[in-house]
């Protein structure tokens, strides 16, 4: 895992609370994604990010506003969200060739809970 | 609609069996076809994917998955279960609009009892 990293592994907010989730991936990759994980469900697409471009927002509500300073680091900008936000939020990296195999590798994750 | 079924909620299977862990796909053109492990609190760990070519492919930790075209399926399988392969395990299929995606499917448990 010492691929993706994930910041924090554990976070408590309340819903007024403005805090950010911190990703970065050493693998040199070109393509990263924020996921969500909730129980029983499949892991939900929020961004995609290619070359530092955001190139997919899943109708992700306005509270969640993602971040890509350059091609190594994402962020996700939390702020007034709502208990049914608490999660497993996940970061992922690929190298970003369109149409091609590539895997994506996955961070530990952010457990987040929204009071 | 492109998709991905793991029909089984959790497998509950003796160390040393066999196991199977189903998941099939609806999708469009050829697939990309992936799993992953989850181990509890941790992300995703890649263990293995269909490109093309041998329908068995072989991935980490004694893992591997038979692609079948026409069932339209991807069992993961593995000859002799271990209590440390306990875990929840993750199917999906790439699919390529203006961007690249993964569908996952909802996971399957999978218990390995001593």
């Known amino acids: 895992e010492t691929g993706v990293t994930q910041t924090p592994r554990h976070l408590v907010m309340g819903m007024t609370n403005k805090k950010s989730l911190k990703c970065e991936q050493h693998?040199?990759?070109?393509?990263m994604y924020w996921y969500k994980q909730s129980a029983k469900k499949p892991l939900e697409l929020m961004f995609v990010?290619?070359?530092?471009?955001?190139?997919e927002n899943n109708s992700v509500p306005s509270r969640f506003s993602p971040e890509c300073p350059n091609s190594s680091h994402l962020f996700l900008h939390l702020h007034t969200l709502q208990p049914e936000d608490s999660a497993l939020y996940l970061c992922?990296?690929?190298?970003?060739?369109?149409?091609?195999?590539?895997?994506?590798?996955f961070g530990p994750g952010t457990r987040l809970t929204v009071l | 609609a492109q998709s991905v079924a793991q029909p089984e909620d959790q497998v509950n299977v003796a160390e040393g069996n066999p196991l199977t862990v189903k998941c099939t796909y609806s999708?469009?053109?050829?697939?990309?076809l992936f799993w992953y492990v989850q181990y509890p609190n941790r992300g995703l760990q890649f263990l293995l994917k269909?490109?093309?070519?041998?329908?068995l492919v072989k991935g980490s930790y004694g893992f591997e998955a038979e692609f079948n075209k026409s069932q339209t399926s991807f069992h993961l399988k593995k000859p002799s279960a271990l209590v440390s392969d306990s875990a929840l395990y993750v199917c999906a299929v790439r699919v390529y609009y203006n961007t690249d995606k993964l569908i996952f499917g909802t996971g399957t448990r999978l218990q390995v009892f001593p």
């Open positions: 992922a990296s690929s190298q970003g060739r369109r149409g091609g195999p590539d895997t994506q590798y």
């Open positions: 990010y290619s070359l530092e471009e955001r190139v």
């Open positions: 999708v469009s053109g050829n697939p990309y």
């Open positions: 269909y490109i093309t070519g041998d329908n």
């Open positions: 693998l040199g990759h070109n393509a």
